[in-house]
């Protein structure tokens, strides 16, 4: 989860980690079950040839979307909300770095982040 309305930065930091993640030869099998193959078919290649800069410019956004929930606390919290309604009793989180605003820190950024997830709650003014 990626708590930020920069969506340009999101889909950055998701494509390094999806980049590196679905490497891994259980993650690319599992992918390809999934029916990825054709959407990560350039990014395979891309890490299986050592070029990882391309590697992470050919993970498709429309992947990267699926995979890393983003975008303002509200749409994230909402989307939360649709994984619980799916089914998922217990979703557990791994907050990803956001780019600090004025807060001092990524700790501090984060911290307000957290704050601004959780259930029943509004932003901080000027958090993202």
């Not at 350039?42 to 410019?57: L, P, S, T, V």
């Not at 909402?78 to 780019?99: K, N």
Request: aromatic letters at 8%.
């Amino acid at each position: 989860m990626c708590p930020t309305d920069d969506t340009a930065y999101a889909r950055w930091l998701g494509r390094r980690l999806i980049s590196t993640y679905l490497n891994v030869p259980v993650y690319a099998h599992f992918h390809r079950w999934l029916g990825r193959g054709e959407a990560l078919g350039a990014m395979w290649e891309a890490w299986a040839a050592g070029d990882y800069k391309a590697a992470n410019a050919a993970v498709p956004d429309e992947v990267v979307d699926e995979l890393v929930v983003h975008g303002t606390p509200e749409q994230c919290r909402a989307r939360l909300e649709r994984y619980v309604q799916s089914g998922i009793t217990t979703p557990i989180l791994a907050l990803l770095p956001t780019e600090p605003t004025g807060q001092g820190s990524v700790r501090v950024a984060s911290a307000q982040a957290l704050r601004d997830l959780a259930p029943g709650t509004a932003p901080a003014e000027g958090s993202a």
